[in-house]
Each structure stands twice: as structure tokens, then as C-alpha cells.
């Protein structure tokens, strides 16, 4: 089974316009953790959040937001007011305290048309 | 600081042939990681190290095989190379050993390996 699930492959959006990124997770441990990852055209992974299975509050960094819902194991990501240089794919991935390994799920293209 | 750097960048190589992937941090960190990127399949772990010493396998280890003789570098061989290990490979470390399996980990530039 699939530890992380982004149902989107691909989204486009036009500039200004909010996009939600989805994100769901499968996993039996307590202690957990889920992280977003940017990957822009030209290929590097960079990081953009970290949050544990303890803290469910939302987050905002500029026009960035995370919405980590223990309920529906969903850890969603809004891009608000998008610009094209946010056209990258973008990674969820999840790391249990009790496992040995980063599950990332697939991946979504976003493009953002100006 | 650099990071983490990867070499090469690119590389075409024949089927059967021996190949090094090669990795270094200078942020010394514990852990180290290695994953492949395929299209439609995300990033999958190969192996991992989490002190200098010590490797694990990951996801998707056969074919490939680590060695991490100091806390800064951790190569990966390809012992035969075969097409299907035509893919992306990136390498990451983060920071602590004990809290490997939770830590933020952070990635170099990748390697684009072709299999022909």
C-alpha cells in the first residue's frame, strides 16, 4: 500500500489564482513526521516544511500554508496568490519514528500560466 | 559552504560496466541517503547510513551497493549496471544519527545515469 498519496499528477493554475495541494498518508505509528519538498525545473529538492504528528496547527510562511488534519491523515499545502516561479513539482513524504526510511509520495506538476 | 555535492552530473554508460556515484557533505552530518527519481514513481530510497560505519538498505537496494568510511562521503556503486538503473540519483544527509529516521533531510543536485 501507498504510505503517501498525492492523487494530483498534474495541476495548472493561472497566476494569482490559489492552488491546494493534496497530500495523504498511511501509517500506524504514533510518532511521525511529514515534510513538503519543492522540486523547480532545474532539479534540485528543496526543502519547505516539517511538522510532527504532535502539532496540528496550521502553518503560514508568506503565501505558503500547510494544513495538517490528523483525522483525514491528509497534510495539504496552499499555494495562495501563485506566481509562475512556484511551477515546480512538489513532494510530500512522511518518516516514522519506528521505520527506516523517507516515503515520498509521487509527486504533483504544478504550472503556473502568467 | 557547498552543501552537498554530487559527481558527475550526468554520465552514459554501457550496460556491465561499473559506475561510482559519488557524494560529499561538508555540513557533518550523521546520516546519509541515497534514492533514485523515476517518472511516476517519486523518490525511493536505495540505502542509507546513519553514522560513518554503518548502512542500510533502503526500498530499492538490489544492484547497488554503499560504503561510508568517513562522516563526509558516502559513494554509490553500481556493480553491473543494467538499463533499468537508468534514473536520477540524488543523495541526502541530515543531521543527527540518533533521530536519522525523522530528521529533515537535505539533497544535492542529483546524478542523470543512462543505462544504454
Known amino acids: 500500500a501507498q504510505k503517501v498519496t498525492q492523487a494530483q499528477t498534474e495541476i495548472s493554475v493561472v497566476e494569482k489564482e490559489d492552488v491546494t495541494l493534496d497530500c495523504v498518508y498511511e501509517?500506524?505509528?504514533?510518532?511521525?513526521?511529514l515534510f513538503w519538498y519543492k522540486q523547480p525545473p532545474s532539479g534540485e529538492l528543496v526543502f519547505l516544511i516539517r511538522r510532527n504528528s504532535f502539532d496540528e496547527q496550521n502553518e503560514i510562511s508568506g503565501r505558503y500554508s500547510w494544513n495538517f488534519q490528523k483525522s483525514t491523515s491528509s497534510f495539504n499545502f496552499t499555494i495562495t496568490a501563485s506566481q509562475v516561479v512556484d511551477s515546480a513539482v512538489y513532494f510530500c513524504a512522511l518518516s516514522e519514528r519506528n521505520g527506516n526510511q523517507f516515503y515520498f509520495g509521487t509527486g504533483t506538476s504544478l504550472t503556473v500560466i502568467p | 559552504i557547498a552543501g552537498i555535492t554530487q559527481a558527475p552530473t550526468s554520465q552514459i554508460l554501457a550496460a556491465g560496466r561499473r559506475m561510482t556515484l559519488r557524494c560529499t557533505q561538508d555540513?557533518?552530518?550523521?546520516?546519509m541517503y541515497w534514492y533514485r527519481q523515476d517518472l511516476g514513481l517519486g523518490l525511493r530510497l536505495i540505502h542509507y547510513?546513519?553514522?560513518?560505519?554503518?548502512?542500510g538498505k533502503g526500498e530499492v537496494p538490489d544492484g547497488y551497493s554503499v560504503s561510508r568510511a568517513n562522516t563526509d562521503d558516502f559513494p554509490l556503486t553500481l556493480a553491473s549496471a543494467v538499463p533499468s538503473q537508468t534514473s536520477v540519483y540524488f543523495c541526502a544527509s541530515s543531521a543527527t544519527g540518533t533521530g536519522w529516521r525523522t530528521d529533515t533531510q537535505y539533497f544535492g543536485p542529483g546524478t542523470r545515469l543512462t543505462v544504454l
Open positions: 555540513m557533518r552530518h550523521n546520516a
Open positions: 501509517t500506524r505509528d504514533t510518532t511521525y513526521y
Open positions: 547510513s546513519n553514522t560513518a560505519g554503518t548502512t
